[in-house]
């Protein structure tokens, strides 16, 4: 089963920025990172999980974001690392929560949502 870490959050002001990381290991047999279309999710106290961004696997050549956090943050990923990057800039209270990776081994787009592998969280928290 693939296992998902992320890192990188924490207690930031308000405009301030943050970069979140997520590494994926225990690949199934046959299959690389590269493969993997990956994706944020985000769950703040008491509100339902919502979708931040997606990315596609590497030929897949697309790129999800939620409407609110446009303009403000940006995924990315490194196939030889691994890892997958949440760049987030101009951070508002409102974009505070508990921040999840997500993987799609089902050669998914970025806005496909088939994830099926989910890392344990990271907490990002913004201060007014």
């Known amino acids: 089963q693939v296992h998902l870490v992320e890192s990188g959050g924490g207690l930031v002001q308000t405009g301030g920025s943050l970069r979140l990381s997520c590494a994926a290991s225990n690949p199934p047999s046959g299959r690389t990172f590269g493969s993997y279309t990956m994706g944020w999710y985000r769950q703040a106290p008491g509100k339902e999980r919502e979708f931040v961004a997606g990315?596609?696997?590497?030929?897949?050549?697309?790129?999800y974001y939620l409407d609110s956090v446009k303009g403000r943050f940006s995924i990315s990923r490194d196939d030889a690392k691994n890892s997958v990057y949440l760049q987030m800039n101009s951070l508002k209270p409102e974009d505070t929560a508990v921040y999840y990776c997500?993987?799609?081994?089902?050669?998914?787009?970025?806005?496909?949502?088939?994830?099926?592998?989910w890392g344990q969280g990271t907490q990002v928290t913004v201060s007014s």
């Open positions: 990315i596609s696997w590497s030929g897949g050549g697309s790129i």
């Open positions: 997500a993987a799609d081994l089902t050669y998914g787009s970025a806005n496909s949502r088939k994830y099926n592998y």
